[in-house]
Structure formats: C-alpha cells, structure tokens
C-alpha cells in the first residue's frame, strides 16, 4: 500500500503554476507506523506534496525536494520541527527551526514548572523565542550558561558500577538543543521578504483537522483509513 501510494500520489495535489515557494514540512502519525508526510506552501494555504511513510525519515523529505523541483517549483526556504537528518536535505536553502517545536523540546527536558533555579532560568530565556531576535537571544543563552556552567559540570558516581555520569543532563540536554538549533531559529528575521512563518503551526492545524475527519471512521484497517486521508487531501487542501 505504501509503495501504491508514493507511485500514484507522490506529486503536488493542485495545480499550481510554476513558482517560488516557501514549504511548511512535517510528518504525522494516525497509528505506530501510519503516517503521512506533507509539505505545504503556507502562505498559498495548499498542500504541494504528501507521501505515506511508515517513520519520518530524511529520505521522504529528499523526494518530495526533488519531486517538487522536476516539477518547476524552486523552494525558497522551509520550516522544519528539527528532527535529526532533515536540515540536510535543505542544504543551501533558508531553515527555519520551528518555535512551538523548539519550546516543547525543552519543556521535555525540563518539565513545564521546574524546581531547579537553573532550569526556570533556561525556560525563562526559552519563553522569549517569538519576541526577540538572534543577537538578544544568544547573548542571552551565553548569559545563563557563564552563570551555571560549573552546576552543568556537576558529576554523580554510580555507587555500585563506579562509573560516572551528568548530575543535570536533562538540564544540559536543553541547553544543547538551543546552543545547536540557534542558527536556524531566527532565519525568518534574516529574510523578511519572504515572509517565513516560525512555526510548523499552519500544517499541525491542517492536521489536526484531518486526523478528526479521519478518527470518526474508527476500526478501519491503516490502507483503508489511508485512502481516505488520500481522498480528504484531494478535496480539503486549505
């Protein structure tokens, strides 16, 4: 069924005019290993390309790039959640780091009321995201971690291996992400003219309508529920 769908569905789902496009792209989940990768051109409201995937892998992202380019559209920049193995894909092409994604990352890490004052700080910089710029930002982050570099450092000893690891590392887990992810989270601000959004939010709200189209249909085998996903994308594409 996978392998049906990436031969008749793989190409842009309206007819659109060659252009220059800004692409949304993302990948969700109807069950464990349903799922559907979309790019969207947001400011069109259209969905250009879609392709059934069983995991979100760089290789479906690489062949709707390419699908869309044979095809004559040149992607200007794209908006991504920052999953590993992505950014490759757009070598050469603006990124924007998704913000709503970034802020979940850490809020992972440090729950949504930490009770360490390291981690309230570090939230408290990452809250800033949509309402600052990439000099502010960064200084910052720099600020923070000069201030608790030595409690990052801070070791426990496992007393039954001997072996040591990270007292914090979720609190350094979060900090890694912003410190790696800082380049890409502000390319909106780097381009005004073309008018990147700096969240995923328009395709997870595509999303979120199709998954309560889809789940009244409950107890459908995943190729039945797909072709339905197939035929709401084909009549529901803003």
């Not at 290993?33 to 995937?53: D, S």
């Not at 990147?196 to 998954?211: C, Q, V």
Request: aromatic share 10%.
């Amino acid at each position: 069924m996978q392998r049906k769908l990436g031969e008749d569905e793989s190409r842009p789902v309206v007819k659109l005019s060659k252009q220059a496009l800004v692409i949304v792209a993302d990948t969700t989940f109807f069950s464990r290993a349903n799922g559907l990768t979309v790019f969207r051109a947001p400011h069109l409201k259209k969905n250009v390309w879609w392709q059934a995937t069983i995991q979100e892998r760089a290789e479906v992202y690489l062949k709707g790039k390419t699908h869309l380019e044979q095809n004559g559209f040149a992607i200007q920049a794209v908006v991504l959640d920052g999953r590993r193995g992505m950014r490759g894909v757009f070598a050469g092409i603006p990124i924007q780091m998704c913000h709503f994604h970034q802020k979940q990352i850490v809020k992972r890490r440090l729950t949504t009321r930490p009770k360490i004052e390291a981690s309230r700080e570090l939230k408290t910089v990452t809250d800033t995201l949509p309402k600052t710029n990439e000099p502010t930002f960064a200084a910052n982050l720099s600020a923070w971690h000069e201030k608790w570099k030595d409690f990052l450092k801070q070791k426990t000893t496992d007393l039954n291996t001997g072996r040591w690891f990270y007292t914090h590392k979720r609190v350094r887990a979060a900090y890694r992400s912003l410190k790696t992810n800082l380049p890409y989270l502000f390319t909106y601000q780097k381009y005004p003219e073309l008018n990147i959004p700096n969240t995923t939010n328009s395709l997870d709200g595509f999303f979120n309508r199709l998954k309560s189209l889809v789940f009244v249909h409950r107890g459908l085998k995943p190729s039945r529920r797909m072709k339905i996903i197939v035929e709401i994308l084909k009549g529901r594409n803003d």
